[in-house]
């Protein structure tokens, strides 16, 4: 057989099978539908999205990938479908830290899919008081960097909101010099968010010693100021450089390989357990020696692995802290429930902030 006639094989093969993915997708949407109508039937009105469920059948999925697609790209492509069909059961509407082309807009698309109406706001605070108040259905905010550590701000906005995390999205970072100039050497000043210029300095350092280097709200925002101002760049993301027409000067200048940002989804109620699941909380008690230790005692006692112990000014007295802290397990894990009412017993302040699906690694 002839290389042009094997090609023509192929691609026919191709061809059919395109057309049993689209019978199969499309079949799939009906099926969600059918879901939405038994969900009404039985009362429920809204907040038909499960993360749990979303979680239990992208594993399943990962389980079966036998190749050639990787398991990032298997992914994405089935996050998008069950976005669209989610849109066919209720749109979901999704705040995140904006403006449009931040990290945060990324790590939304990433855990929702295109099927959503994002929103972009000014703040976190807007991001929680949104939620709060109904007018999202969700908000996706960064709460701590591989290299830069915690998000400050993040959980110090949690010590006075009621809401839950319901959801956490590990996102690469990959930083660029972006501008409206063709040379680097054009550059007076360089504009990005803190954690950005953090994320870049010994490159900085070693490259554009002699620029200024300024704070903005945002890497999306640096990009705008970046294609307005003559003499300035940004480090910003390759989606807020192409949004505002900027040239990359420069690609990857992040200091650390594996540069990651964590970003948590808060919403008004955490799901149930899926059995690989992560739980927060914020705790604090009376400041006295060895009273830290003897409060996280009950998890080392009950074998709970702790992943991540940050203090923050509790605001409810001069050097007086509140600890946020994450563990591996549910709260409705029997082991759990026993170290926490152990804790609960001693802490002054003690409040879950949520148990939700553990990202895949």
């Given at each position: 057989?002839?290389?042009?006639?094997?090609?023509?094989?192929?691609?026919?093969?191709?061809?059919?099978?395109?057309?049993?993915?689209?019978?199969?997708?499309?079949?799939?949407?009906?099926?969600?539908?059918?879901?939405a109508r038994i969900k009404r039937d039985a009362g429920e009105q809204e907040d038909f999205y499960r993360p749990e469920r979303e979680q239990q059948v992208l594993r399943r999925l990962l389980s079966l990938n036998r190749g050639p697609l990787s398991e990032d790209t298997v992914t994405r492509l089935f996050r998008e479908i069950m976005s669209a069909c989610l849109a066919l059961q209720q749109p979901l509407r999704i705040g995140f830290l904006g403006p449009a082309g931040t990290f945060t807009q990324a790590a939304a698309l990433k855990q929702f899919g295109h099927g959503v109406q994002l929103q972009p706001l000014a703040s976190i605070d807007n991001v929680f008081k949104e939620v709060e108040t109904g007018d999202i259905h969700y908000g996706?905010?960064?709460?701590?960097?591989?290299?830069?550590?915690?998000?400050?701000?993040?959980?110090?906005?949690?010590?006075?909101?009621?809401?839950?995390?319901?959801?956490?999205?590990?996102?690469?970072?990959?930083?660029?010099?972006?501008?409206?100039?063709?040379?680097?050497?054009?550059?007076?000043?360089?504009?990005?968010?803190?954690?950005?210029?953090?994320?870049?300095?010994?490159?900085?350092?070693?490259?554009?010693?002699?620029?200024?280097?300024?704070?903005?709200?945002?890497?999306?925002?640096?990009?705008?100021?970046?294609?307005?101002?003559?003499?300035?760049?940004?480090?910003?993301?390759?989606?807020?450089?192409?949004?505002?027409?900027?040239?990359?000067?420069?690609?990857?200048?992040?200091?650390?390989?594996?540069?990651?940002?964590?970003?948590?989804?808060?919403?008004?109620?955490?799901?149930?357990?899926?059995?690989?699941?992560?739980?927060?909380?914020?705790?604090?008690?009376?400041?006295?020696?060895?009273?830290?230790?003897?409060?996280?005692?009950?998890?080392?006692?009950?074998?709970?692995?702790?992943?991540?112990?940050?203090?923050?000014?509790?605001?409810?007295?001069?050097?007086?802290?509140?600890?946020?802290?994450?563990?591996?397990?549910?709260?409705?894990?029997?082991?759990?429930?026993?170290?926490?009412?152990?804790?609960?017993?001693?802490?002054?302040?003690?409040?879950?902030?949520?148990?939700?699906?553990?990202?895949?690694?």
């Amino acid at each position: 057989m002839k290389d042009e006639d094997r090609l023509g094989e192929v691609r026919q093969r191709i061809d059919t099978v395109d057309t049993e993915i689209l019978r199969l997708i499309s079949e799939r949407g009906r099926l969600a539908q059918e879901v939405a109508r038994i969900k009404r039937d039985a009362g429920e009105q809204e907040d038909f999205y499960r993360p749990e469920r979303e979680q239990q059948v992208l594993r399943r999925l990962l389980s079966l990938n036998r190749g050639p697609l990787s398991e990032d790209t298997v992914t994405r492509l089935f996050r998008e479908i069950m976005s669209a069909c989610l849109a066919l059961q209720q749109p979901l509407r999704i705040g995140f830290l904006g403006p449009a082309g931040t990290f945060t807009q990324a790590a939304a698309l990433k855990q929702f899919g295109h099927g959503v109406q994002l929103q972009p706001l000014a703040s976190i605070d807007n991001v929680f008081k949104e939620v709060e108040t109904g007018d999202i259905h969700y908000g996706v905010v960064p709460v701590e960097n591989s290299t830069e550590g915690v998000v400050n701000h993040t959980l110090d906005c949690f010590l006075n909101s009621p809401l839950q995390i319901v959801g956490e999205v590990e996102l690469r970072i990959q930083h660029h010099l972006a501008s409206r100039h063709a040379e680097r050497s054009d550059l007076r000043r360089v504009y990005s968010h803190p954690q950005g210029l953090a994320q870049c300095r010994a490159w900085l350092d070693i490259n554009l010693p002699a620029v200024e280097r300024v704070s903005v709200s945002s890497t999306a925002d640096a990009a705008r100021r970046a294609a307005t101002e003559e003499g300035a760049g940004a480090i910003a993301s390759e989606a807020a450089a192409e949004m505002y027409g900027l040239e990359l000067l420069a690609e990857g200048i992040e200091d650390h390989v594996g540069n990651t940002t964590r970003f948590l989804v808060i919403g008004r109620q955490s799901p149930p357990a899926t059995g690989d699941d992560k739980t927060s909380l914020v705790v604090s008690r009376t400041d006295q020696p060895g009273g830290l230790v003897r409060l996280l005692q009950p998890l080392s006692d009950h074998g709970i692995n702790m992943t991540r112990l940050d203090a923050r000014p509790s605001r409810q007295g001069v050097w007086d802290y509140a600890f946020f802290i994450d563990l591996l397990g549910h709260v409705e894990d029997d082991l759990v429930q026993k170290a926490l009412a152990e804790m609960r017993a001693q802490a002054s302040l003690f409040r879950v902030l949520g148990s939700y699906p553990r990202v895949a690694r």
